[in-house]
């Protein structure tokens, strides 16, 4: 969901814009002509601006996966004739809500992506290419899983005009990366960057598995998502507490564990004392795979 204050802040410069007398006009049928505001209520289904009189608009859907409380990120490029999408991090409970939605939308699905190996839940990626062949997989080289697409730290990927930097911020997995929305005027603004595990909402992901690292996470956070705009918007892979989105600035601010220095970080690190993943026995074996807990035997 677009947060309400991006549009609140840009309502009394359109109308002190509408009252000037030297306002430029523009013809309605200009490819640049100002739209309407949208009443409050459906500014929750608007996209992104990617610069002014761009081709390219973002169109944002962040969806839940309540058992494993699992968010999956939709995002397409509707400026395009083909309105190419991604999926990031999509669960295989969710799979067919998820391309329903696809569907509906009129989207073509190019990549169904994953920011890590995850332990808590069997991935939609494999069962998304057995019901939309042309999709792709995408995840960290440095997971060792299996995908169609194996990216590195500062790889793009693209769908249509728009992009994901990837940047590598190991230390809840050793293969974790956080997909970054592009820096330049056609890509969305504010940013935006999926961090998977490596940050959630005022807490991070455990460190004590799949070569997890508390030194190394707090480096990665701190190089690589505080070191974006302050305004960049986070969203986590998972929320157990009912929050949706952050900021760099909040996360700097507030995180109880990551705004610490870093041998207090550690220190809380090591007595978590959390429960084995119920789920890390199935999942993670099913994940190296692309989510195919039993795969196909090679022809």
């Known amino acids: 969901m677009v947060p309400l204050r991006i549009y609140r802040h840009l309502i009394p410069q359109l109308a002190a814009a509408a009252r000037s007398p030297s306002a430029p006009k523009v013809a309605a049928s200009a490819s640049c002509a100002p739209r309407p505001i949208s009443p409050l209520p459906a500014l929750a289904m608007a996209a992104y601006g990617t610069g002014a009189c761009a081709d390219s608009k973002l ?8 058992e494993s409380s699992t968010y999956t990120y939709l995002l397409a490029d509707v400026g ?23 569907k509906e939308l009129g989207l073509k699905l190019i990549y169904a992506m994953n920011t890590h190996v995850h332990a808590d839940h069997v991935t939609g990626t494999g069962l998304i290419k057995t019901k939309l062949p042309g999709a792709k997989s995408v995840i960290s080289k440095a997971s060792g899983a299996k995908a169609d697409h194996s990216v590195e730290h500062g790889d793009k990927i693209y769908f249509g005009k728009l992009f994901l930097e990837v940047r590598a911020t190991p230390g809840h997995t050793a293969g974790c990366v956080t997909y970054v929305t592009g820096d330049s005027p056609d890509q969305p603004s504010p940013r935006m960057a ?18 997890g690292s508390s030194d190394q996470l707090y480096q990665s956070v701190h190089s690589q998502i505080f070191s974006l705009p302050k305004d960049t918007l986070l969203y986590p892979a998972h929320d157990y507490k009912g929050f949706t989105v952050t900021t760099v600035e909040e996360e700097v601010a507030y995180n109880a ?6 041998e207090t970080f550690k220190t809380i690190m090591e007595n978590l004392n959390l429960s084995y993943p119920k789920m890390i026995d199935v999942a993670v074996p099913a994940n190296m795979v692309c989510g195919f807990q039993d795969p196909p035997s090679k022809v």
Do not use: H, W
């Not at 169109?59 to 309540?66: D, G, N």
């Not at 991604?86 to 329903?100: A, C, E, G, M, W």
């Open 257 to 262: 564990r990551l705004s610490r220095d870093k």
């Open 59 to 66: 169109l944002f859907r962040q969806l839940f996966e309540k």
């Open 194 to 211: 999926f961090t998977g595990d490596a940050l959630i909402i005022r807490a991070c992901g455990r460190t004590d598995f799949q070569g």
């Open 80 to 102: 395009d004739p083909e309105k190419p999408a991604v999926l990031i991090d999509p669960v295989d409970r969710t799979v067919d809500r998820d391309l329903n939605l696809i």
